[in-house]
């Protein structure tokens, strides 16, 4: 009962909200190198991210171009892990969250 209302509140709050999106996650192998766009544009970049649900490489937010961004919505691919290194942390430009999967 108690745990429930907690539940409840915490729904209303959306302080425990979790990325639904984890089953876009697939067995990918990156894509390319370097973002694919932004080298045929003779474009620069800030980071990299790699679709989770196809494998694909883009640059992130915090470039001019967010590549990775762009194809998250017009794929509906929803979650890219960063490729920098030592970085394995994915997000999900839906939900706007870290992403914490059971993998
Ligand atoms: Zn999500
Ligand atoms: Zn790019
Ligand atoms: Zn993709």
Known sequence: MLSNIKFAAERLLGSSRQCSHTDRIRDVERGSE??????????????????MTCGQVGCCDSSKNKHAHRHADEASHPIARSVEPGEDWMWCYVDEKLVTSAR
């Open 34 to 51: 370097g973002c694919e766009q932004c080298i045929a544009l003779g474009d620069t970049w800030v980071h990299l991210r790699m679709c």
